[in-house]
């Protein structure tokens, strides 16, 4: 288990876009600055309709036309095998083994026409969790510093924080399909701005933070002594090192030292706290218990929480790993999704939207689920299906978007969009306005250099 966020966020002047800051800067020398300026002109920040995020990767590729976008009239061949039943969205079923995730389907929007161009799970995986395109579909490929960061550091340096929590966590794995996946840090927005890391199993009977623990022969002043010392450390390891190596270490154990004594820290991280009903309704799963504890963190105040359902994409045998589901080594699909990804979704997914509806906390915290692409419409020789980013659907909840609806369409058989076709940059932008973030601002790294934080457009429809 590691640490890795730190915060400082950067002030409002962050969110205006490179217009504003060449008029800002050309104003200086007039004595107008950043703050009267932005004043002057008006220049606002959105109304936020969420809080928070809950996203739900589901690492190797669910089957769209398997679960949420059923073709039943489609040929042998690309049909399902899988039986269709009513959902709580009149006309729309789903597959027979979601059956508790059909009635919650009124409290959804499925988006069944998103699209984009990368067929290795590396380079899909990383457009999936930063909403960038890679330069090319590279199974190889790896974090640099020209990659983009995460959602989730993105959202640390714009909105304001809680000094005491941190603003962007991810659990309970690092994803990988060979090589780590990049996309799942703060990138060249410096480390303060990584997430906290939590790989320590939720599941696990003495689940705890240790990072977040204060060992009980270690007194407070101690503990400042400890700083003390971490800081000339520090100050020696920056005389050897490049300036981007180091650059938000400070930060970095500031926040951590934070955290060490933060009551709420520890009350967000304790699932002893939640009944026994409630951990068994969301199921005694690593990712079961991780949605739970998701819950809880935005609960207390957490800005965004990547929950990965598994480390790898998987799809060789029930049990394990993810839902890269072709039919290796004479498996087929649809035993592993009947076994193992389609029971747990459907205990853990209605269970999550439901306890935040209950507490009153969906209509300000956005959950999405997505992997980083869907399956192919045809079935393989196998009887399995294949990568397909061309068409696939998210399901996404809460967060101020309109309940029980369906936005775009694929085509009859599932392999592109017939209707509003939706980019993963549109639902970045999308996430970004519901949180209050304008969707053309920028973000600059250790050089100044401006980035776009999307190149998409908030979705029609979605966004008030």
């Keep these: 288990m590691s640490l890795f966020h730190l915060g400082q966020r950067e002030s409002f002047s962050s969110l205006v876009t490179r217009r504003d800051a060449i008029r800002i800067g050309g104003s200086g020398f007039l004595g107008l600055g950043m703050e009267h300026l932005l004043q002057a002109e008006g220049v606002s920040q959105r109304i936020a309709k969420a809080k928070s995020v809950i ?72 457009q999936t969790l930063t909403g960038h395109a890679p330069p090319s579909d590279d199974q190889r490929m790896k974090e640099t510093p020209d990659t983009y960061p995460a959602y989730g550091s993105v959202i640390d340096q714009f909105l304001p924080e809680d000094p005491s929590l941190p603003s962007f966590v991810a659990l309970p794995h690092v994803i990988q399909d060979g090589t780590v996946t990049p996309g799942q840090n703060a990138s060249f927005l410096g480390k303060r701005h990584n997430p906290l890391l939590i790989t320590a199993d939720p ?46 270490l400070d930060e970095y154990y500031n926040r951590a030292f934070s955290m060490l004594s933060s009551p709420k820290v520890q009350q967000a991280f304790d699932l002893s706290r939640e009944p026994v009903e409630i951990r068994d309704r969301y199921g005694r799963t690593t990712y079961g218990q991780s949605c739970l504890l998701a819950r809880r963190l935005v609960e207390s105040g957490v800005k965004f929480v990547n929950v990965y359902f598994s480390k790898q994409i998987g799809g060789r045998k029930a049990g394990v790993g993810g839902w890269d589901t072709h039919g290796f080594d004479n498996t087929r699909m649809y035993p592993i999704l009947k076994d193992w990804q389609l029971p747990m979704t459907d205990q853990t997914l209605p269970t999550l939207i ?9 209509n300000e915290t956005l959950v999405l689920w997505l992997g980083e692409f869907g399956r192919t419409p045809r079935l393989n020789q ?62 600059r790294n250790h050089l100044n250099r401006p980035f776009a934080i999307t190149s998409g457009q908030p979705i029609s429809g979605l966004i008030g």
Aim: with cysteine.
């Design 203 to 248: 599941n696990g009977a003495n689940f705890r933070l240790p990072e977040l623990s204060l060992p009980a022969e270690i007194s407070p002043d101690r503990l400042q002594r400890r700083r003390e010392i971490q800081a000339l450390l520090d100050s020696q390891m920056r005389s050897l090192e490049s300036p981007s190596s180091t650059r938000g």
């Design 354 to 362: 439901n306890d935040l509806d209950e507490r009153g906390l969906l």
């Design 55 to 126: 996203f739900l990767m589901q690492f190797g590729g669910p089957s769209h036309v398997d679960t949420f976008d059923l073709k039943l009239d489609a040929p042998s061949g690309y049909r399902t095998e899988l039986k269709p039943i009513s959902s709580a969205i009149p006309g729309v079923p789903v597959c027979e083994h979601l059956p508790e995730t059909a009635k919650i389907l009124d409290k959804v929007k499925l988006i069944r026409s998103v699209h984009h161009r990368m067929k290795n799970h590396n380079s899909a995986g990383y």
């Design 382 to 443: 196998n009887l399995s299906r294949d990568h397909w980013p061309f068409c696939y659907t998210v399901v996404a909840a809460g967060g101020g978007l309109p309940r029980g609806h369906i936005h775009g369409a694929s085509d009859p058989q599932g392999a592109y969009p017939a209707k509003d076709p939706v980019t993963l940059a549109d639902l970045s932008a999308t996430m970004f306005e519901l949180l209050g973030i304008p969707s053309e601002s920028e973000m």
